[in-house]
């Protein structure tokens, strides 16, 4: 429809820029790496923000906000997190422009306006709030500090991909202290499942819940949980992470807390986060090669109707009126409905433009449908439609949305089902990862070593260590050596 | 009660800086000039920006995001607005820090990671969103373009309050575009009204609403409408503006589109914005000297009750149970309350703690009162308490909400009202600047430069020429000449 999307099997990397930017959820902006999230793509950050936002404050976490910048003297406090994000840090070192004296109208840095410390533009927040912790805590009274900030982060990428990796993007970062250890993982593992309940019952993306290998933890956390989530390309995904951060910012910034004896011990910390890439995920996992296909419960708009005018001025009438009944009660029943009426373009045209974006449900309302009391009604996900009754359609297209989005979790669980697999050879694996690309459960002799190895001969990763992982005597695919349980292996974005 | 705070009349500005601080709204940070939103003050940003974004989306509005980041040439291309932000950018110049050879475990800048062109932290964003809008206008067809954006903003300030003027603060952005310039106008205008019926019905907090001299304008704007409220200190606080931008940025970046004729036009602009800083208004114009007094539409908590526990273990029972169906009833209503029984603090100290906290409503619930099916209700604008029957109590409370944010802003009106006075002579003028400061409607003769004069003199500025203006002959205050209309003047925030 003149939409010229690329197909999945032609260039998948392609089909997926097209959707991003012609189904209008993003576009390229001036800045090197950075994009501007337009107001559809921006509508659907919002609906999974506000989710999620609730999820936090149910399991007690308020919001507050710290400085963008961190000077570079709490950067490098924390020795692991400072190594680990100093390659790609944007720094503020200057503090004015001035008139260019030898070009009217242009501006330089003004060499005079140097700041005598600069100021890393965060990459992520535990420096600057942990240097604020430090003035909180005095007792275990003070403990815990359940707080989360939603924010702009900024990180130098080299090569950037919209949504997925952006020098600047929109994330939510948790930070907690607590006065145990044991509390604080707890919290670590909360905080996973509050992630992967969200990309399961919201984003109907089904995600491996496990742990990261050391090679791939968070700079300076002990250990990092994450959620793993498959794409069509069968290229997994980071969908968000979890991490038990120990004592080591807390020693860092020197945070200590006198117990209930009066003793006086490290708090210990969590942080969590997930961003925009989750749009990216949502796109990968769910679209199709004639646009967006947005699960119901986070899509900016839910439901479209098109009239199918004719010339009659009083059948214009009576659609407009039976369509004005329907949006009344869809918007009743809490439904975001938009009636598409411009006469400007054609219903055709309309259909292919609201399946680009991934609209879940379209109503059309025609003359002839409207003689027989019924409307077609048209699922995204499926494609698929049906003739339903006027009587009673704003019903049957509430128990429509519920059923979208259930179908689509389980078309996209059996999407990972059927591309995971188990490799015990190299030779398989290698096959697999080729042929076949997925989750591939796999031994590994459990030495960073080992993984960094498979990662420079194959580019797979250890995507995680599943919770609950059954254990099961094996030898690492790699060296032979011994493993007591297989872990996921995958090429990752 | 150990809160020791500074009393207005004893000093103004320690009395601001102590609400703010032990009000738990923010706290200092290691960043100079930043602060800390805490999550008391950023529950109450979430509940002002909740209602202004429901207000936005209203007027047809919709959200989106573009970068933190503003590449030099694009910052300067609109010369006045460049040229007006200049002083105060904070510029990123390098994108990588890397060890510090001579100091084991310290971090330098790398200098083989300079930038090929600096990027301004924006300290507004009309250049990099006109530069995008460039893209997305062609014909009329695309008009009138209605974005905001929520987002932070970095303006490098040298004197810094906390929430009235930091380094950075966080903001709402509206940049609209349109095909007219009556259309324009008519934006701008709504929006000053969105402004000042939010600040007049939700922050009880009454404004001026004017348009601003060319010497107060917006760097870049054909005019600057704006609200003005008056401080309890006499001075003026700008709560909000809304620009008429004319051309000037569709001019910058050549930002044209056909209209219906297919004739090419420069496209018309305004922007519109509102900050944390209106949190500092609401501490400065409403608050008393036993701490924050915070109208109950917007309070992060509403109501909070305080059981008067004995050693009675079965009158506890009952209070708690009672404090139960208040909160429930309470909370069915849309009212958020809190249930203060922590037992490690006395009533007393809670009770200067929620009054230092500015909660509208405190319900003691103790023996005595049980025994007679009473409770005592105290409302913190003006302390009375009352005691009131148990029965029906919760639609008392909420209508005692109402009642208290009615008349918080009937008392705020009622200040300005005394403090707003003519002044015909240049010596009435001084004289009520230093004795009696609030708004002073006096004539001036419409020049820039007796504008910086009448500032150099007496540190007071045009805060606006109302809207809807009486016209009225008289002299200019300081150099007599005609003029046909009287503008307000004030020592301002």
Same mark, same amino acid.
């Given at each position: 429809?003149?939409?010229?999307?690329?197909?999945?099997?032609?260039?998948?990397?392609?089909?997926?820029?097209?959707?991003?930017?012609?189904?209008?959820?993003?576009?390229?902006?001036?800045?090197?790496?950075?994009?501007?999230?337009?107001?559809?793509?921006?509508?659907?950050?919002?609906?999974?923000?506000? *989710?999620?936002?609730?999820?936090?404050?149910?399991?007690?976490?308020?919001?507050?906000?710290?400085?963008?910048?961190?000077?570079?003297?709490?950067?490098?406090?924390?020795?692991?997190?400072?190594?680990?994000?100093? %390659?790609?840090?944007? &720094? #503020?070192?200057?503090?004015?422009?001035?008139?260019?004296?030898? +070009?009217?109208?242009?501006?330089?840095? @003004?060499?005079?306006?140097?700041?005598?410390?600069?100021?890393?533009?965060?990459?992520?927040?535990?420096?600057?709030?942990?240097?604020?912790? %430090?003035?909180?805590?005095?007792?275990?009274?003070?403990? $815990?500090?359940? !707080?989360?900030?939603?924010?702009?982060?900024?990180?130098?990428?080299?090569?950037?991909?919209?949504?997925?990796?952006?020098?600047?993007?929109?994330?939510?970062?948790?930070?907690?202290?607590?006065?145990?250890?044991?509390?604080? !993982?707890?919290?670590?593992?909360?905080?996973?499942?509050?992630?992967?309940?969200?990309?399961?019952?919201?984003?109907?993306? =089904? *995600?491996?819940?496990?742990?990261?290998?050391?090679?791939?933890?968070?700079?300076?956390?002990?250990?990092?949980?994450?959620?793993?989530?498959?794409?069509?390309?069968? %290229?997994?995904?980071?969908?968000?992470?979890?991490?038990?951060?120990?004592?080591?910012?807390?020693?860092?910034?020197?945070? %200590?807390?006198?117990?209930?004896?009066?003793?006086?011990?490290? &708090?210990?910390?969590?942080?969590?986060?997930?961003?925009?890439?989750?749009?990216?995920?949502? #796109?990968?996992?769910?679209?199709?090669?004639?646009?967006?296909?947005? $699960? =119901?419960?986070?899509?900016?708009?839910? #439901?479209?109707? *098109? =009239?199918?005018?004719?010339?009659?001025?009083?059948?214009? /009438?009576?659609?407009? /009126?039976?369509?004005?009944?329907?949006?009344?009660?869809?918007?009743?029943?809490?439904?975001?409905?938009?009636?598409?009426?411009? @006469?400007?373009?054609?219903?055709?045209?309309?259909?292919?433009?609201?399946?680009?974006?991934?609209? $879940?449900?379209?109503?059309?309302?025609? $003359?002839?449908?409207?003689? +027989? +009391?019924?409307?077609?009604?048209?699922?995204?996900?499926?494609?698929?439609?049906?003739? *339903?009754?006027?009587?009673?359609?704003?019903?049957? #297209?509430?128990?429509?949305?519920?059923?979208?989005?259930?179908?689509?979790?389980?078309?996209?669980?059996?999407?990972?089902?059927?591309?995971?697999?188990?490799?015990?050879?190299?030779?398989?694996?290698?096959?697999?990862? @080729?042929?076949?690309?997925?989750?591939?459960?796999?031994?590994?002799?459990?030495?960073?070593?080992?993984?960094?190895?498979?990662?420079?001969?194959?580019? /797979?990763?250890?995507?995680?260590?599943?919770?609950?992982?059954?254990?099961?005597?094996?030898?690492? !695919?790699?060296?032979?050596?011994?493993?007591?349980?297989? &872990?996921?292996?995958?090429?990752?974005?």
């Amino acid at each position: 429809m003149g939409n010229s999307l690329t197909s999945r099997s032609q260039d998948y990397s392609q089909w997926y820029n097209d959707l991003i930017l012609k189904g209008g959820l993003a576009d390229y902006s001036a800045v090197r790496g950075c994009m501007v999230i337009k107001p559809y793509g921006f509508g659907l950050w919002e609906n999974m923000r506000d *989710v999620l936002d609730r999820k936090f404050k149910e399991t007690g976490h308020q919001n507050a906000y710290f400085p963008l910048f961190v000077p570079k003297s709490l950067f490098e406090a924390e020795e692991k997190n400072a190594e680990g994000f100093a %390659k790609e840090c944007a &720094v #503020v070192t200057h503090y004015r422009l001035k008139a260019d004296p030898d +070009n009217k109208g242009k501006l330089i840095v @003004d060499p005079n306006a140097r700041l005598e410390e600069e100021l890393v533009v965060r990459p992520t927040s535990e420096a600057i709030i942990w240097n604020t912790y %430090k003035n909180w805590i005095q007792s275990y009274r003070d403990l $815990p500090i359940l !707080i989360n900030q939603w924010a702009n982060v900024v990180r130098w990428e080299m090569r950037t991909r919209l949504f997925l990796r952006t020098a600047e993007f929109l994330w939510q970062e948790g930070h907690t202290a607590h006065a145990t250890k044991a509390e604080a !993982i707890e919290e670590t593992k909360k905080m996973l499942d509050v992630y992967a309940d969200f990309a399961e019952q919201y984003m109907a993306l =089904p *995600v491996l819940r496990g742990v990261k290998s050391a090679n791939e933890r968070f700079a300076g956390a002990e250990d990092t949980y994450c959620i793993e989530a498959l794409m069509q390309d069968g %290229k997994a995904l980071q969908a968000g992470t979890s991490h038990f951060l120990g004592q080591n910012f807390a020693k860092a910034f020197d945070v %200590k807390f006198a117990d209930k004896e009066n003793k006086l011990e490290y &708090v210990w910390a969590t942080s969590w986060g997930v961003s925009t890439r989750l749009i990216g995920a949502l #796109v990968m996992a769910h679209s199709d090669d004639e646009g967006l296909v947005i $699960p =119901p419960r986070i899509a900016p708009l839910q #439901v479209v109707i *098109v =009239p199918i005018y004719s010339k009659d001025e009083a059948m214009k /009438a009576r659609l407009d /009126a039976k369509a004005g009944e329907i949006i009344k009660e869809l918007r009743a029943k809490g439904v975001s409905v938009k009636y598409d009426n411009d @006469d400007s373009n054609r219903p055709g045209w309309k259909f292919a433009e609201h399946e680009l974006r991934g609209v $879940p449900v379209r109503i059309a309302l025609g $003359p002839r449908d409207m003689e +027989n +009391n019924l409307a077609e009604v048209a699922r995204r996900d499926t494609k698929e439609k049906l003739s *339903v009754s006027l009587d009673g359609i704003s019903n049957y #297209v509430a128990d429509l949305l519920e059923e979208i989005q259930q179908q689509m979790f389980n078309k996209a669980l059996k999407f990972r089902e059927e591309n995971s697999r188990n490799a015990d050879t190299w030779e398989e694996f290698v096959r697999l990862l @080729d042929e076949q690309p997925g989750f591939i459960y796999a031994h590994w002799d459990g030495t960073p070593e080992t993984e960094e190895k498979i990662k420079e001969l194959t580019k /797979a990763t250890i995507r995680c260590i599943p919770l609950d992982n059954p254990q099961e005597e094996g030898k690492c !695919i790699l060296t032979g050596s011994p493993s007591a349980q297989r &872990v996921v292996f995958a090429r990752a974005y």
